[in-house]
């Protein structure tokens, strides 16, 4: 579930893996009680343009592709594919209405969508809490665009439970 303090932030980086290498550091820094990460995705743009997307909140147990969570969701707003026609049909067009309409800054989807060029990889973290002194440290190595935002956390959840309620249901 979603809590209180999350903040959603998307870091580009200018080529297909610098997002993996920048997680896996900021794994090592979690172990140390550093920054609590509620979850994470890694998105990739080809050099054709195609998206590829990775659910890594756990990396031992790589999931899917970011079905079921609220920052999967965005994923599949933002960059559409299959991912995104399954979520405008059916209960996933609503929650994207929801999610747009209630508190994700509008700019903050244009400017991630806009940033994200073929080649480059973007790691997409929802963090309950960080010491942001030491998470900057451990990123110091990986330079990339940093774009965040909030979400307020009833509304987090509410959308959480709706997505949880209907992530078995086919797209109309």
Same mark, same amino acid.
Request: glycine share 12%; no cysteine.
């Given at each position: 579930m979603y809590g209180e303090n999350n903040t959603w932030v998307v870091i580009i980086y200018e080529d297909e893996e610098t997002a993996d290498k920048a997680l896996h550091t900021l794994k090592s820094v979690e172990k140390h009680g550093m920054i609590d990460f509620e979850d994470t995705v890694i998105v990739r743009k080809d050099p054709d343009g195609k998206v590829h997307v990775e659910n890594a909140v756990d990396r031992s147990t790589k999931v899917g592709a970011a079905g079921g969570s609220l920052i999967g969701l965005l994923v599949g707003f933002m960059f559409g594919g299959p991912i995104g026609m399954m979520l405008l049909g059916g209960p996933g067009g609503a929650l994207v209405g929801k999610l747009t309409k209630s508190g994700v800054d509008k700019k903050f989807?244009?400017?991630?969508? &806009?940033?994200l %060029?073929?080649?480059n990889s973007a790691l997409f973290m929802v963090i309950r809490a960080a010491r942001v002194d030491v998470v900057l440290a451990g990123l110091r190595e990986y330079p990339g665009t940093i774009f965040q935002t909030s979400l307020p956390p009833d509304l987090e &959840?509410?959308? %959480?439970?709706?997505?949880?309620?209907?992530?078995?249901e086919p797209a109309e």
């Amino acid at each position: 579930m979603y809590g209180e303090n999350n903040t959603w932030v998307v870091i580009i980086y200018e080529d297909e893996e610098t997002a993996d290498k920048a997680l896996h550091t900021l794994k090592s820094v979690e172990k140390h009680g550093m920054i609590d990460f509620e979850d994470t995705v890694i998105v990739r743009k080809d050099p054709d343009g195609k998206v590829h997307v990775e659910n890594a909140v756990d990396r031992s147990t790589k999931v899917g592709a970011a079905g079921g969570s609220l920052i999967g969701l965005l994923v599949g707003f933002m960059f559409g594919g299959p991912i995104g026609m399954m979520l405008l049909g059916g209960p996933g067009g609503a929650l994207v209405g929801k999610l747009t309409k209630s508190g994700v800054d509008k700019k903050f989807i244009q400017d991630v969508s &806009d940033h994200l %060029q073929p080649g480059n990889s973007a790691l997409f973290m929802v963090i309950r809490a960080a010491r942001v002194d030491v998470v900057l440290a451990g990123l110091r190595e990986y330079p990339g665009t940093i774009f965040q935002t909030s979400l307020p956390p009833d509304l987090e &959840d509410q959308l %959480q439970k709706e997505l949880d309620t209907h992530k078995n249901e086919p797209a109309e």
